[in-house]
């Protein structure tokens, strides 16, 4: 069999390993891939953009699955354009990949689903997200701009000035393109309440009927230690989190990713994929803050070291119409912490061919996943702003969490960046908060 993965990322990377432990016989390939995920898979040098090119792909190297990686080729029709052409993947279509690719097309949803979420509105100019502000701020607001904005969309606003700030960058600044990936002619936004308490990702595997819901997760935003600093696409994560066995995380999907997916199969858009559902646990009980139709990450990197179930045979199952019914997942008691190595000036900017040393020194049993990375004439070297994940394993998140950071220690780059307290706080009081 031969199984194609669409990206270039941590996450994509962390699939490979996972779908290279099958046991099945396979044939891995990557598109476009990076440095780390060629020493996995065969690379292809197809942009994850170029819808035309990965379809030709597929039907040359005659592949048997597709697994989309990033939301932009999901949003973009990717999974639809294989289907015309008879070809497996697993993803959701464009019309369900909405659900990332606007921010107020999720929020109706999850509306008319019945989905906890904030409060919000959607604002179409400066004078309407100003008056947004006024109503919903208590004691700040959460400004996202409606289309993909490559994880950079999001602020979280403590006070009007910030808020008004976000939202100039949207309506005057126009900094993530007018309208997005959403289609819209002109820049959208939407302004939500903020919801205080403790995150909690979870993912489900969906299968146009049901969600199988996956390990929970815990992510790390903030660049800085503390949660101080900008929101990044993350810089670390664990799994599993205190507080919630398999009982309360079926509960859970239960009430936040199955109204989901038997809500867009009734509008004949049925979800097949992962459906992610990041979540504030608050007083009032969990509210969804968003909703992304891939996997996460740095989650993606924590959670499938875990899973002892055949990857493989779960994703071919979710690709079809009701294949993932009497599907199991079975996982290992140990805990994961991922660590996420970032290049100088992320995530304003990034850096890029800064030589990375160390690779070699990294422990056995840690592993190593590539995010921003490249192979130049010297060796491997930076090429992005998060760069590298390093997961360890072990019976509690304290020897987990003391194994990533010896494995980081091993490695260096110009101008590296690594919270110092990720899982500091796993397996007894959480301390992340939004």
């Not at 289907?83 to 999850?110: D, H, Y």
């Not at 929101?231 to 398999?246: E, I, K, L, R």
Request: hydrophobic content about 45%; overall charge negative.
């Amino acid at each position: 069999m031969k199984v194609l993965v669409v990206g270039a990322g941590g996450r994509e990377h962390a699939l490979v390993r996972a779908l290279a432990r099958s046991p099945q016989e396979r044939e891995l390939l990557c598109a476009p891939g990076n440095a780390g995920i060629a020493k996995d898979a065969r690379v292809l040098d197809i942009a994850v953009d170029d819808i035309g090119g990965l379809v030709e792909a597929v039907e040359r190297e005659q592949v048997d699955l597709t697994v989309v990686g990033p939301e932009a080729p999901l949003v973009a029709g990717l999974v639809d354009a294989l289907a015309e052409r008879g070809r497996l993947a697993f993803g959701p279509s464009a019309a369900a990949a909405q659900l990332e690719g606007s921010k107020a097309f999720a929020k109706q949803a999850m509306e008319q689903a019945g989905v906890p979420t904030a409060a919000w509105r959607r604002v179409a100019s400066l004078e309407e997200g100003v008056e947004a502000v006024g109503e919903l701020a208590n004691p700040g607001v959460v400004v996202k701009a409606d289309g993909l904005a490559a994880g950079k969309g999001v602020t979280v606003a403590e006070n009007a000035e910030q808020a008004h700030a976000a939202l100039r960058e949207i309506f005057v600044e126009d900094r993530f393109g007018s309208g997005g990936a959403t289609g819209l002619a002109q820049p959208s936004a939407v302004v939500e309440e903020l919801l205080l308490g403790e995150e909690l990702s979870l993912l489900a595997l969906c299968d146009g009927v049901r969600a199988l819901p996956m390990a929970p997760a815990r992510d790390f935003k903030r660049i800085f230690d503390g949660d101080r600093g900008p929101n990044t696409g993350g810089m670390g994560s664990y799994s599993p989190v205190a507080g919630f066995d398999a009982a309360s995380v079926r509960e859970l999907a239960g009430v936040v990713h199955q109204p989901i997916v038997d809500l867009m199969r009734e509008r004949g858009s049925p979800f097949h994929g992962v459906l992610y559902a990041g979540l504030m646990l608050t007083a009032d009980g969990p509210k969804v803050l968003e909703f992304n139709v891939r996997f996460g990450d740095p989650e993606t990197q924590a959670v499938l070291p875990r899973l002892r179930s055949d990857l493989l045979e779960l994703l071919l199952a979710a690709s079809r119409s009701g294949g993932l019914e009497g599907a199991e997942l079975v996982w290992s008691e140990d805990w994961a912490v991922t660590l996420v190595l970032a290049s100088a000036g992320y995530p304003a900017s990034s850096s890029s061919g800064d030589e990375i040393h160390g690779l070699d020194d990294v422990p056995h049993g840690i592993e190593v996943t590539h995010a921003g990375t490249a192979i130049r004439d010297r060796g491997v070297v930076t090429a992005g702003g998060r760069v590298l994940g390093i997961t360890a394993l072990g019976p509690s998140a304290e020897s987990a969490r003391s194994g990533a950071y010896a494995a980081a220690e091993k490695i260096s780059f110009k101008g590296m960046q690594l919270r110092r307290d990720i899982a500091a706080h796993a397996e007894g009081h959480p301390a992340v908060q939004r």
